[in-house]
């Protein structure tokens, strides 16, 4: 039933006891067939992960994520226009139009990053810009802000260099345990992080190790803010409907934190799915 609704991801490792390392193998090939179902989300992860240009549908959110980046291209170039130093006041007469999932790693706000108005974005940071789990405090905070403030877009802003990252990368090659509380986190990553493993794994010939690794950690960090997307989207009935029906976009984006510049991913590639596909016995297990 897992794997039916595609909740469970089911894969395939050897690992070398004298090494410690582990050779990830992924999912069986013939998994549509053993299930007896159409699992489109497997196959997307099945299939080696190349960005898929899906820019904002409306025009509220096209206006949105041109400002983003518009304001991200001056923080970068120091040319900010909201600056603290040049602004400090915050403002309660704007509405947000943004909420923003980000990384607690990062050491500046996100506001300073996308050089905003103070009050246009609501953002929330967590390690490894995670969403949490249906019911949660993190999960809540979100729907709270899109219930009250209806977004227009909300935007999972991954991290190059996040730590978060690396620590799951090191777990999937066979690292020490970590705590359990760690390991909540590191779970909710992992997903992605073997995925780009898997990836590497399949075209790494010809590539330096350092190379290697760099290339994993960015494909890794692209598709853990699309598979935090996709969490909200398949857990919270609140998030689905505003996307549905109110006009609510979720993008992803990279950022670069040795240069501060932002990259758009876009929409999840499966978006229409995500939005069609019937998950009213998840809502009623929750």
Same mark, same amino acid.
């Not at 006891?17 to 582990?22: P, R």
């Given at each position: 039933d897992g794997i039916a609704s595609e909740e469970l991801m089911l894969v395939g490792a050897v690992y070398n006891? #004298? #090494?410690?390392? !582990?050779e990830w193998l992924g999912p069986h090939p013939e998994q549509e067939s053993i299930v007896g179902a159409t699992l489109h989300l497997h196959r997307w992860r099945q299939t080696p992960y190349a960005r898929k240009s899906m820019p904002p549908s409306t025009s509220d959110a096209r206006e949105i994520i041109d400002r983003l980046r518009e304001g991200n291209t001056r923080f970068s170039e120091n040319h900010e226009m909201y600056g603290v130093h040049e602004n400090p006041s915050?403002?309660? +007469? !704007?509405e947000p139009d943004t909420v923003l999932v980000g990384s607690s790693n990062l050491r500046i706000s996100y506001e300073t990053v996308f050089d905003s108005k103070p009050g246009q974005i609501i953002a929330q940071k967590c390690m490894g810009n995670i969403a949490g789990h249906a019911g949660g405090a993190m999960f809540a905070s979100l729907e709270f802000a899109v219930v009250r403030f209806a977004p227009k877009v909300l935007v999972v802003v991954g991290h190059l260099g996040d730590e978060v990252v690396s620590a799951s990368l090191e777990q999937i090659r066979g690292g020490k345990m970590t705590s359990k509380s760690m390991r909540y986190v590191l779970d909710q990553i992992a997903p992605s992080c073997l995925k780009a493993v898997i990836d590497s794994d399949r075209a790494s010939a010809g590539e330096t190790r350092g190379g290697r690794r760099m290339q994993i950690e960015q494909t890794a960090t692209e598709l853990n803010a699309l598979y935090t997307i996709e969490q909200i989207l398949t857990h919270s009935p609140i998030i689905r409907d505003a996307a549905k029906n109110r006009g609510l976009e979720l993008h992803a984006?990279?950022? +670069?934190? &040795? &240069?501060?510049? !932002?990259d758009f991913v876009g929409q999840h590639p499966l978006v229409e799915y995500l939005l069609a596909r019937d998950i009213s016995i998840k809502e009623n297990a929750h």
């Open positions: 006891i #004298e #090494e410690g390392s !582990v915050i403002s309660h +007469d !704007v984006a990279i950022l +670069d934190s &040795t &240069t501060g510049k !932002v």
